[in-house]
């Protein structure tokens, strides 16, 4: 069974601090990762696509994919409370026939 | 660029009841899929489409039926509604290249559905 695990949370951060959310997964195959965001009532949308070791950084977001560690991370710097939502993680293997994998995602509540 | 649409937002219907849940793309992509989301479960691949005529069972297929009429449009159906598809049902698209990493999906803002 191939799985992506995160943890639900809440996590909960002051606003301008960093939020750091981290994923795991079970397919040593995988090569493309992705995080979404989901505001609550509202549709997963892509924050950031991440296929290579190391990180990569857009705006206030980076990812970091370690891949003999098999965890991906997202860090959102100087947190805001329009950051506050549900994150989503996924992987993907090119013989999965273009599937997804889907974490459950993981709580953010982003405090003023 | 309206993306990714589905038609309709909300609905109604009575257990054993049918409807189709329409979307359509206009990024040009070749695979779509459909997903429903409940509380706690996340998000699970119903059917999904590959490209222009073929389609797949996803996860949890049971009570639904697809159709990829073209390129752009991806249909689901219900054929006789039950409580337990009562869900959120998002559409999404993505394109594939052979031999280049997956691209993301694109998803469309979905559908409430209510069966009583």
């Known amino acids: 069974q191939k799985e992506v695990e995160q943890n639900s949370g809440p996590l909960s951060v002051p606003e301008g601090a960093i939020a750091s959310l981290n994923c795991t997964y079970s397919d040593r195959g995988s090569q493309s990762f992705f995080w979404y965001r989901q505001y609550s009532g509202k549709s997963p949308e892509l924050i950031m696509s991440i296929y290579s070791n190391g990180d990569k950084e857009d705006g206030r977001f980076t990812a970091q994919l370690n891949k003999a560690s098999q965890y991906v991370s997202l860090l959102i710097r100087d947190s805001q409370p329009s950051d506050s939502a549900t994150y989503l993680c996924a992987g993907a293997n090119a013989g999965n026939n273009r599937k997804l994998i889907w974490g459950l995602g993981t709580s953010l509540a982003v405090n003023p | 660029n309206a993306g990714v649409t589905q038609t309709p937002k909300f609905q109604v219907l009575k257990t054993g009841q049918s409807m189709t849940l329409q979307c359509a793309q206009d990024m040009n992509h070749n695979s779509m899929y459909w997903y429903r989301q409940d509380p706690g479960m996340g998000l699970r691949l119903i059917y999904y489409?590959?490209?222009?005529?073929?389609?797949d069972k996803g996860e949890v297929p049971n009570g639904y039926n697809v159709s990829r009429l073209n390129k752009r449009e991806f249909s689901l159906r219900l054929e006789s509604a039950a409580p337990s598809q009562t869900s959120v049902y998002f559409c999404?698209?993505?394109?594939?290249?052979?031999?280049?990493?997956?691209?993301?999906?694109?998803f469309g803002d979905g559908t409430r559905l209510s069966i009583l």
């Open positions: 489409s590959a490209s222009e005529g073929t389609t």
């Open positions: 999404a698209s993505s394109v594939t290249v052979t031999g280049v990493f997956n691209q993301p999906q694109h």
